[in-house]
């Protein structure tokens, strides 16, 4: 298994597109409601001051994109591929996103997980972000489950 981390270009949109829609499908690990192909394509690969994809022999196992908040201030998201999971993949596009905003004169990146998404919560504490705020009550699940929002942040 060779991973690699480029990244995303028009080509990889509609495979990226299928894998954040799978995501929110399965649920339990994003705020974000289904996309449209353009709404998805104008969000993740047009509007993000970075965007990468991670492949496996050519085939797109998942992605982050990250949009400036304010100056040297970058938030990131992340989803991998559900139904034919890659060990390694959202490992391998943090550490490259982590140099990336760093040469882009960065100096923290946070990610805003719901605090149901344990695997999410698990992940990224183990790639370096640390808990740095709660924002409560943060949303509403179909089942009427309130959950939190824990944003988690790495100093660059």
Request: hydrophobic share 40%.
């Amino acid at each position: 298994m060779t991973l690699s981390v480029r990244p995303m270009t028009a080509d990889d949109v509609p495979a990226c597109h299928r894998i954040i829609n799978r995501v929110i499908e399965i649920g339990g690990s994003t705020a974000h409601q289904p996309f449209s192909f353009e709404a998805f394509k104008q969000y993740y690969f047009h509007d993000p001051a970075i965007s990468n994809v991670a492949l496996e022999q050519g085939r797109v196992v998942g992605f982050q994109a990250v949009f400036e908040q304010e100056p040297g201030l970058y938030s990131i998201g992340s989803f991998t591929d559900r139904d034919r999971p890659v060990r390694g993949a959202g490992r391998a596009l943090a550490d490259q996103m982590i140099k990336a905003c760093r040469a882009a004169g960065g100096h923290t990146l946070i990610a805003k997980i719901t605090s149901d998404n344990t695997g999410g919560l698990a992940f990224y504490a183990k790639v370096g972000f640390q808990d740095w705020k709660t924002v409560p009550n943060h949303l509403t699940r179909p089942d009427g489950t309130v959950v939190d929002q824990i944003i988690k942040r790495i100093i660059l």
